[in-house]
Each structure stands twice: as structure tokens, then as C-alpha cells.
């Protein structure tokens, strides 16, 4: 019996392995989060799993995912996704990386306590859209190094933060540029065929597509039918139905504006996505550039609609990126 328990596990292996190589060989795997890159808002992505406690960076390459290099994290204490203050778990969720905290200002800040950041550290904003939506509390989530590397080996051993070690950081940093760079994270990373994710992709540009093509005709329908009904809110203009009404009196002006969207970024997780664009606006009224940011959820027939807005006004500049040690000198 045991000697047919042995042959029988030789077996197996050998089956899997020659399935394994089989698909590796005809199928192209991406991760699922990263469905489209591009040179202002997404360059280089970093995607944090903290099920294995990685840190995958990714680089820009004709809109694909390239992955550059892994690297060990320790996130938070606590496993699941972070909802309250002070609950020492780290958020699931697609974010930015907004500014840069030196060790200098890191002591100024926070005095002899700052050793534990390490050489540095990269706030993202959390809580995001949908972790406001969501009723989600707390902040101050970071991309951090440490004072002690050994921490890294634990896995769960953070306040919340991401945590890598100083060399680590150091190199990551190269490819990190200030509101261009977003950071994911996730519990598990889902690895996708080629056909699969590029029906993904598809399914969300299309919808993106869809929104601003009724935007640019004017066709009201077809744009107010790109957001959801019930989940739809607007930081300045509140629900779906008021949202509705003001643009209805904006379609009804007679001139048509010109609409230029450049810069398409798409990042997603299993409970929904995020699109960066440069939007470029130009009308009888108002004539704008600045960076827009859409978050979409799938309606209940799969469909994604779009259930929130941020713009802020940018620099219509663009120099292509070029990865350099501008945060740490030395």
C-alpha cells in the first residue's frame, strides 16, 4: 500500500508538471489588477500581496504590465482589510502615492519615535473614494522602510503600513514619481491569461469609451446611463438624481465643448476599478486641464458603471518619466 501511495503521488506530479508546462508554454499570464498602463499616471505600479508578503513593481510597456522585481513586506499585524482607526490592518484597494516624508522631516514630525520609519516613507491616500463610501476610518497608511530589517521576515508586524526594508525602499523609490504612481494592494494577486485579461481589459475601456464618446456628441442618455443609479455620489453634487439634474442643464446649452482624453490608466480589484485620464476641456465657458479619476463597480448585469468622480486641475506638461535617486541622495 505504501509503495502504491508513492506511485501514485510520482504520478500526480508528474501529470501537473507537464500541465503546468503545457499552459505556461501557450498562455501568457498578467495580474488582474493592472489592466492598462500608460507614460503620465501609470509608468510604474506597485502591487502589494499580502497573503505572501511581496512588493511586485511593474513598469510601462506599450499600456502591459512588465514586471521589474519583487521584494519581501511586512504589512499589518492584523490579518483582514482595514475599516477603523487603530485596528493595525493594512487596506485592500487601489491608491496613490500623494507625497514624501524624509527622515528629516520624519523626526520633525514625530521625534525619536521616527526610527521606526527607516530612511523614508510615501504616504497614500487612504481612505480613498470608496473606502469613504464605505464607512471606512483611519489614515496615515504609508510605504515605509525600518530601523530594524528583520522585521520584514515576520510578515504581519505593521501598523497598517506597507513596510520594506531601507535598501528596498531605496530602489522602489527610483521608479515612484509624486500623485503619478499608484500603489494596490490586495490580499491575493489572480494571474490571468492573455485572453482573459484582455477581455477585462476590453470590457472596462469599452466602458470608459462609451462615456466619453456620449459626453463629446452630447448624448445625454448614453452619458447619465454610464453612471450607477443607486451607487452614484458626487463630492459637490451629492446623489445620482441631483448629479442627473445639474447635468441635464449643462447638455442643454447650446454649444458644444471639445473633450480631449489622453493618459488612460485602468487598475482594478475584485469589488471594483479606477481609471486616471488627463481630461482636457475646452468650451464657450470653460476651458480646464487636469487629472480625472473614475471609480466603477459592476451593476448587477456586469456591467461597469461609474459611481464617482475626482478631478483636480494639472499642468498640461508632460516630460517622459526617467526612473533617478531624486528622493535619496546620498
Not at 508632460?318 to 528622493?327: G, V
Request: proline share 3%.
Amino acid at each position: 500500500m505504501e509503495e502504491f501511495l508513492k506511485n501514485i503521488k510520482l504520478i500526480t506530479f508528474l501529470y501537473l508538471s507537464i500541465l503546468v508546462k503545457n499552459v505556461s508554454s501557450q498562455d501568457h499570464f498578467l495580474p488582474s489588477n493592472i489592466l492598462m498602463m500608460d507614460e503620465k499616471f501609470g509608468h510604474h505600479v506597485i502591487l502589494v500581496e499580502k497573503a505572501t508578503h511581496k512588493v511586485h513593481l511593474y513598469e510601462n510597456k506599450g499600456s502591459f504590465p512588465k514586471l521589474v522585481k519583487t521584494f519581501s513586506t511586512a504589512t499589518g499585524k492584523f490579518k483582514g482589510n482595514k475599516s477603523n482607526e487603530g485596528d493595525h490592518k493594512t487596506p485592500e484597494g487601489i491608491y496613490t502615492i500623494y507625497d514624501f516624508l524624509s527622515k528629516e522631516e520624519l523626526f520633525k514630525r514625530h521625534g525619536k519615535y521616527a526610527e521606526i520609519y527607516g530612511s523614508g516613507a510615501f504616504p497614500m491616500d487612504y481612505p480613498n473614494f470608496v473606502d469613504h463610501r464605505e464607512g471606512k476610518k483611519g489614515g496615515g497608511i504609508w510605504l515605509h522602510s525600518t530601523d530594524n530589517d528583520s522585521r520584514i521576515s515576520k510578515g504581519l508586524d505593521s501598523r497598517g503600513c506597507v513596510v520594506v526594508q531601507n535598501l528596498d525602499l531605496k530602489e522602489i523609490s527610483q521608479y515612484i514619481e509624486i500623485n503619478h504612481t499608484p500603489i494596490i494592494v490586495v490580499q491575493d494577486v489572480f494571474y490571468l491569461t492573455e485572453t482573459t485579461w484582455n477581455r477585462n481589459r476590453k470590457d472596462l475601456s469599452d466602458a470608459v469609451g462609451k462615456w466619453a464618446k456620449a459626453w463629446q456628441d452630447k448624448d445625454f442618455n448614453g452619458y447619465i446611463n454610464s453612471y450607477d443609479q443607486q451607487r452614484f455620489y458626487d463630492r459637490t453634487k451629492g446623489s445620482y438624481a441631483s448629479y442627473k439634474a445639474y447635468k441635464s442643464s449643462v447638455f442643454s446649452r447650446p454649444d458644444k465643448p471639445e473633450i480631449k482624453l489622453d493618459f488612460i490608466s485602468i487598475m482594478a480589484t475584485e469589488s471594483y476599478a479606477v481609471v486616471h485620464l488627463q481630461q482636457n476641456y475646452r468650451s464657450a465657458i470653460i476651458n480646464d486641464i487636469g487629472k480625472k479619476t473614475l471609480y466603477l463597480k459592476k451593476d448587477s448585469n456586469y456591467d461597469w458603471k461609474i459611481i464617482g468622480e475626482v478631478w483636480s486641475k494639472t499642468e498640461s506638461t508632460h516630460l517622459a518619466f526617467t526612473p533617478s535617486k531624486r528622493f535619496f541622495k546620498e
